[in-house]
């Protein structure tokens, strides 16, 4: 493995509990309506650090969506799932999107 490079944010960012890397700026949270396994998550449109697992059907409150679970590069915590596809005409909005689970991250 190669030496890590880490981006990192300048302005009112969240950052992994574990770690502190940075994930994602306060200004690309779409919506803060979400929730997950362990209780709310926010919904980003585009999130920093983190590598993508693989991809897997997954039935959720909404339908089927294929994502990808996303973890932080630093310290290799999951930190929530990225929407590759929503089976759904509703849920195309998501596509392409990623969900940070509000109990994986601190605001700084």
């Known amino acids: 493995m190669g030496r890590l490079f880490v981006t990192t944010l300048e302005e009112n960012m969240y950052s992994c509990k574990h770690c502190r890397t940075h994930l994602g ?3 690309d949270v779409i919506s803060k309506s ?4 362990h209780g709310k998550a926010y919904l980003f449109d585009k999130v ?4 993508l697992g693989e991809q897997e059907e997954r039935i959720m409150i909404t339908g089927l969506h294929t994502v990808a679970d996303i973890f932080c590069v630093s310290c290799g ?9 929503a089976h759904e005409k509703s849920q195309k909005y998501k596509e392409g999107k ?4 509000r109990v994986i991250f601190f605001v700084l």
């Open 34 to 37: 979400f929730h997950c396994r």
């Open 48 to 51: 920093v650090n983190v590598t």
């Open 98 to 101: 990623f969900i940070l689970e």
């Open 25 to 27: 700026l306060v200004d």
């Open 77 to 85: 915590s999951n930190v929530g799932w990225k929407y590759e596809a």
